[in-house]
Nanobody, 117 residues
Framework: QVQLVESGGGLVQPGGSLRLSCAVS????????LGWYRQATGKPREFVAS???????DIADSVKGRFSISRDNAKNTVYLQMNSLKPEDTAVYYC???????????WGQGTQVTVSS
């Protein structure tokens, strides 16, 4: 059974940086594309970034130039590097499979990111 566990969130000031991690188990990690999503209070969950099995990335316009996604197949982990954080980036961040292959049963607890002075 696939399990995705997010970590690395926290409270950061505007302009700061965080790196989120998503540890994946229960699948052959290297053959799957994965993605990061976020949900702010009172808003629907939205796509943030994805990375294919081959390493191609797709980044949402709202975070392009500030966020990047990477993966380490040896560690079965996908990362989200977030720079120049803004208050509007405040949300719970989740990982799952890439858009089009999302598994409803794979949503984890997420990790809270709060950007505030």
């Amino acid at each position: 059974q696939v399990q995705l566990v997010e970590s690395g969130g926290g409270l950061v000031q505007p302009g700061g940086s965080l790196r989120l991690s998503c540890a994946v188990s229960g699948i052959i990690f290297s053959i799957y594309g994965l993605g990061w999503y976020r949900q702010a209070t009172g808003k629907p969950r939205e796509f943030v970034a994805s990375i294919s099995s081959g390493g191609s990335t797709d980044i949402a316009d709202s975070v392009k130039g500030r966020f990047s996604i990477s993966r380490d197949n040896a560690k079965n982990t996908v990362y989200l590097q977030m720079n120049s954080l803004k208050p509007e980036d405040t949300a719970v961040y989740y990982c799952n499979f890439e858009p089009g292959n999302i598994r409803r049963g794979a949503w984890g607890q997420g990790t809270q990111v709060t950007v505030s002075s």
